[in-house]
C-alpha cells in the first residue's frame, strides 16, 4: 500500500482543525475416555442423577421429544461454520481449537498449513532470517494462504497488490477478509475507499467503525478523524475525541499527540493540561517528532536544557524543521560535556526504538515459536509437522 492510513493520518494542527464451564465436545468413540474399570462402580449415582435431571427437563420440553442436545456440544458443527469461525484466529487460539477433537482437527488443516504460508510469505517479503527477499515468492504464499482460507495472508497479499499498483485486486481481497470480520482488513478497506480514485469516504467510515468497534488502534484513529473533519459523517467533536483517547489508550502514537491536543484545547475532551502534558510526553517518547518538538520546548521553558535538547535532537532527526533553531540554541547555552551527553542519550533512544520496530529477526520471533507450538500437539503426528514445514517454506 502506498502508506495505507496516510490518507486519514494526519496530526492536529493547533491552529488548524483535526487532521484525523463447558464441556468439551466428543466428536465419536475414539475420542470417549472410559473410566478405568476400578472406577465404574460410582459412575452408577451419577448415572441415575443424570436421569432425574433429565426427566425433570423433559417435562419443559415443547415438543415432547425428550431433553435436548446440551448447549456446549459443538463438535458437529458444519465444515463451512467452523472454518469461517476460525478463518480469523491466531495461531495459539488455532492451536487450542484444533486439540478440541479429531472433527476439528481434521477441519482446521488447511487453516495451519495457511498460518505456515503466511509466516514464510512474510519473511519473503522482508528478507529477514536469513530468508532471500522475494516479493514475488511473498505474493505467491500469501495467495496460497488466502485460498486456505486465512483473512490474515487476505490482508497482506491484499496490501501487496495495493502497493504493486493492482488497487482492485488488493481491495477484493481486503473486502474478502473484512467480510470475514478481521479488523484489519476493515481498516485497510476504508483506507483504500479513501484513497480511490473516486473517493467514497462515507463507505470508508462504515468499515472503520466496524474495525474500531473491535478494538483496533488505527481503526478508532481514522474514525476520529473523519468524526472531527465531517469527513464521511456528521461533524461530531465530543465523539472524535472518546475515539482519539480509545485509540491513545491502545498505543497509536499520532492518537495520543491528538489526545494530549483535544485535553489542551478542552475541544472533545475536558480540558485538562495535566493530561495533555502526559500523552504529549507519552507520544514523544513513543517517536512523534511534533510532540518531541512540543516536549523539547516544554522542558526549555522550565529550564531543563538538557533533556530539551535530547528531544529537539530526536525531533530533528526525524525531519522536523522548526525544531532545528532551538536545538542550536541551547547547545550554544550548554557546555561541551552536557551536549555530548545529551548527543549520547537522543543515539541510544534512537537505536532502542529502531530495535522495538526492527527486531533482529535471528531471535525466534513470536509467530514461529507459535507455529512450532502449534505442529507440535499431540493431536498432529511427526509426520504430518515434517510435510507442513518443509512444504511451507518452499
Not at 417435562?59 to 458437529?76: M, N, Q, Y
Not at 480511490?196 to 474495525?211: G, H, I, L, R, T
Request: with cysteine.
Amino acid at each position: 500500500m502506498r502508506n495505507q492510513g496516510a490518507a486519514a493520518s494526519d496530526d492536529i494542527g493547533r491552529s488548524s482543525c483535526f487532521s484525523i464451564s463447558t464441556p468439551l465436545a466428543k466428536s465419536d468413540g475414539r475420542d470417549r475416555h472410559r473410566c478405568p474399570p476400578s472406577r465404574q462402580y460410582s459412575q452408577q449415582p451419577h448415572r441415575d442423577s443424570r436421569r432425574r435431571r433429565e426427566g425433570r427437563a423433559s417435562r419443559w420440553d415443547v415438543g415432547g421429544e425428550g431433553p435436548s442436545r446440551a448447549a456446549g456440544d459443538f463438535s458437529d458443527l458444519p465444515y463451512e461454520l467452523l472454518a469461517r469461525i476460525a478463518t480469523t484466529m491466531d495461531v495459539p487460539s488455532l492451536r487450542a481449537a484444533s486439540a478440541v477433537c479429531r472433527s476439528w482437527r481434521e477441519a482446521l488443516g488447511p487453516l495451519r498449513e495457511a498460518m505456515v504460508l503466511l509466516w514464510s510469505g512474510k519473511r519473503f517479503k522482508h528478507g529477514r532470517g536469513g530468508w532471500q527477499r522475494d516479493p514475488q515468492k511473498a505474493l505467491d504464499s500469501f495467495l496460497k494462504g488466502a485460498a486456505r482460507g486465512s483473512a490474515a495472508a487476505m490482508v497482506d497479499a491484499g496490501l501487496m497488490y495495493w502497493e504493486m499498483g493492482r488497487k482492485e485486486e488488493g481491495r477484493e481481497l481486503y473486502r474478502k477478509a473484512a467480510e470475514l470480520g478481521h479488523p484489519t482488513a476493515q481498516c485497510n478497506l476504508g483506507i483504500s475507499f479513501l484513497e480511490a480514485d473516486q473517493p467514497n469516504p462515507k463507505e470508508a467510515v462504515k468499515w472503520f467503525y466496524k474495525s474500531a468497534i473491535s478494538g483496533y488502534p488505527r481503526a478508532q484513529y481514522s474514525l476520529a478523524l473523519c468524526l472531527h473533519q465531517g469527513h464521511g459523517v456528521e461533524h461530531n467533536p465530543i465523539e472524535a475525541g472518546k475515539w482519539f483517547l480509545r485509540a491513545a489508550e491502545a498505543g497509536n502514537v499520532r492518537a495520543m499527540y491528538n489526545t494530549s491536543i483535544c485535553y489542551s484545547t478542552g475541544e472533545g475532551l475536558q480540558q485538562s493540561h495535566r493530561r495533555a502534558r502526559m500523552w504529549m510526553k507519552l507520544a514523544a517518547d513513543q517517536g512523534h517528532r511534533k510532540a518531541q518538538l512540543e516536549r523539547g520546548l516544554e522542558l526549555y521553558s522550565s529550564g531543563d536544557l538538557m533533556k530539551a535538547l535530547v528531544y529537539l535532537e530526536l525531533a530533528t532527526r526525524a525531519g522536523e524543521a522548526s525544531a532545528t533553531h532551538m536545538k542550536e540554541v541551547i547547545m550554544e547555552a550548554l557546555c561541551p560535556a552536557s551536549r555530548d551527553r545529551a548527543i549520547a542519550l537522543a543515539d541510544k533512544w534512537q537505536l532502542q526504538h529502531a530495535h522495538r520496530h526492527h527486531p533482529d529477526c535471528k531471535y525466534p520471533s513470536p509467530l514461529l515459536c507459535s507455529l512450532i507450538s502449534l505442529f507440535s500437539s499431540p493431536l498432529i503426528s511427526s509426520s504430518e509437522n515434517l510435510h507442513y514445514l518443509c512444504w511451507g517454506a518452499l
